[in-house]
């Protein structure tokens, strides 16, 4: 079944450590999201990519980097990890736009989150 | 800047109609989806409004007025499995970046 996945699920690590997560589509979309959600603040878009050669940052990407290693890989990295970067993580992908109009529709799927907790 | 305004938590009983409603600011945008999370599960999409107007798809309608800058997602015939967390989103016309609400948690009673 196609499906949006995401490694590791859960994640502790230290204060300073490098962090990366992970996430694989079998949906054949073209555009990836890394979102983080933290209580009270949904989610705020960290980094996308429309397809392998373009990356874009989001709302909140400073201290994280990502890298679009092909059409289904989108993996984001925290070079030197923080307590305040404790957050559940999500990855979504979408498909184009349709009929090479306008964006009129932009249903995202996503995947199951990582919850990563830094000490 | 760009934003959009939900309320924080709404409760309603089984059988009735809730309305979550959303407002923004945001100098330009494609539309207005509306997404569902359970607690512990991912966020799934309900409905887009790409014009203003009612969307239905089943129980759930979604509507858009954007020269209110408002929008509003009406459930009705609550279920106790409605009882979750909903979001409005915007795609951002500037750089085509998806910008969330901060969410609802609707609690339904029996």
């Known amino acids: 079944d196609a499906d949006v996945t995401q490694t590791p699920r859960n994640r502790i690590t230290k204060t300073g450590k490098r962090i990366m997560l992970e996430c694989s589509q079998t949906?054949?979309?073209?555009?990836m999201y890394w979102y983080r959600q933290d209580p009270g603040l949904g989610l705020r878009l960290i980094y996308y990519?429309?397809?392998?050669?373009?990356?874009n940052k989001g709302e909140i990407s400073d201290g994280y980097s990502v890298s679009r290693q092909a059409q289904a890989k989108f993996s984001l990295s925290l070079e030197s990890a923080i307590p305040n970067q404790t957050a559940l993580y999500f990855c979504?992908?979408?498909?184009?736009?349709?009929?090479?109009?306008?964006?009129?529709?932009?249903?995202?799927?996503f995947g199951p989150g990582t919850r990563l907790t830094v000490l | 800047g760009q934003s959009l305004e939900q309320p924080s938590e709404v409760t309603a009983v089984e059988g009735a109609i809730v309305q979550i409603n959303c407002t923004y600011q945001?100098?330009?945008?494609?539309?207005l989806s509306w997404y569902q999370q359970h607690d512990g599960g991912a966020p799934t999409f309900l409905s887009y409004?790409?014009?203003?107007g009612l969307e239905e798809t089943g129980r759930f309608s979604s509507f858009l007025s954007r020269s209110d800058s408002y929008g509003y997602l009406l459930l009705q015939e609550l279920q106790m499995k409605d009882s979750a967390s909903y979001f409005c989103?915007?795609?951002?016309?500037?750089?085509?970046?998806?910008?969330f609400g901060a969410g609802t948690r609707l609690f339904v009673k029996a």
């Open positions: 989103a915007v795609i951002h016309t500037g750089g085509f970046k998806t910008i």
């Open positions: 945001t100098s330009g945008f494609y539309g």
């Open positions: 409004n790409a014009l203003d």
């Open positions: 949906k054949g979309h073209d555009r």
């Open positions: 979504a992908t979408s498909d184009l736009p349709r009929d090479g109009g306008p964006i009129l529709y932009n249903e995202q799927f």
């Open positions: 990519s429309f397809d392998v050669k373009d990356i």
